[in-house]
């Protein structure tokens, strides 16, 4: 038997280092969506690489409900 330590559910696993589709282009500094776990979700990028549309990206972070994805290639 363990207790919960917390309250508030830390969504790390659910998200970082899983695998998303870009649906809308992403490129450094604008907003593009991408598709996880059936959902659209806005995301950004540090990459200086645009992620076009069709293209996997990684999940390394998230804000709120904005994901930050790097293409899968870097």
Do not use: C, H, N
């Not at 490129?27 to 069709?54: C, H, M, N, P, R």
């Not at 293209?55 to 930050?68: P, W």
């Amino acid at each position: 038997f363990m207790a919960v330590a917390e309250q508030t559910p830390d969504l790390t696993d659910e998200f970082v280092g899983k695998t998303a589709t870009v649906e809308e282009r992403v490129v450094k500094g604008a907003y593009g969506k991408v598709k996880f776990k059936g959902a659209l979700w806005k995301a950004e990028t540090e990459s200086d690489q645009a992620i076009e549309k069709g293209a996997f990206v990684k999940i390394v972070g998230y804000e709120s409900i904005i994901l930050k994805v790097k293409p899968v290639s870097e």
